[in-house]
């Protein structure tokens, strides 16, 4: 009888181990036929058409926050260089001179360079250095002679500090974007032709 009862309890044992396999066994065909479900429902399109939307709504986002924090900056363009050069050439032949014209950036790089007929070739050289006090200090270049004229002559070491009238900034919105400059006729029919070119881009 003890030997029937340790045989019993072997075989209660090894029939739950049995039962416990069996079970697992069954839910794991479950869990196989929910993912084949899963699998036959969402289609190959259905995800890729998912992840092209959420890649779309990214890069919406990322320009959006990019155009938000970019601010926006005008500069001189081609069309702008074409009509401030059309203003000064016109204000030029109505005061009867020829002049050299220069157009700089508002880092003084040079945009347009125009020699008038019978100038000094020197005026290439003055018109680009009233052209840079203009763009570089964002004041005229008459303001540079009056302060040398006034007794600061120190001013004269200042870097790209040149004391002739003749060249003034391009201001947009009270931001300077380049500048204008004219030399080969008196001083202030220089700066009237620069002022000319300038009239003609802000009234375009």
Same mark, same amino acid.
């Given at each position: ?29 479950? @869990?196989?036929?929910? *993912?084949?479900? &899963?699998?036959?429902?969402? =289609? !190959?399109?259905?995800?890729? /058409?998912?992840?092209? +939307? #959420? ?71 003055? @018109?680009?250095?009233? *052209?840079?006090? &203009?763009?570089?200090?964002? =004041? !005229?270049?008459?303001?540079? /002679?009056?302060?040398? +004229? #006034? ?54």
């Amino acid at each position: 009888m003890k030997g029937d009862r340790i045989l019993k309890s072997h075989l209660g044992e090894r029939g739950n181990s049995r039962d416990k396999k069996t079970e697992n066994q069954g839910f794991a065909s479950t @869990a196989r036929g929910l *993912a084949s479900s &899963a699998w036959t429902t969402a =289609s !190959p399109i259905d995800t890729i /058409a998912r992840m092209f +939307k #959420s890649l779309l709504a990214a890069l919406c986002l990322i320009g959006t926050l990019l155009a938000a924090d970019l601010p926006s900056k005008k500069y001189l363009n081609l069309a702008a260089i074409k009509t401030m050069v059309a203003g000064a050439e016109a204000e030029a032949k109505r005061q009867n001179v020829s002049v050299t014209i220069v157009i700089v950036d508002e880092n003084a790089t040079l945009l347009f360079l125009e020699k008038g007929d019978g100038v000094s070739i020197n005026t290439e050289e003055w @018109a680009q250095k009233k *052209a840079r006090h &203009a763009a570089l200090y964002g =004041s !005229p270049s008459k303001e540079a /002679a009056d302060q040398v +004229k #006034s007794g600061n002559t120190a001013a004269l070491s200042y870097p790209n500090f040149f004391p002739g009238q003749g060249g003034l900034p391009i201001k947009i919105d009270g931001q300077t974007i380049g500048a204008i400059a004219a030399s080969g006729a008196k001083s202030e029919v220089d700066e009237a032709i620069a002022q000319a070119g300038i009239d003609a881009l802000l009234k375009k």
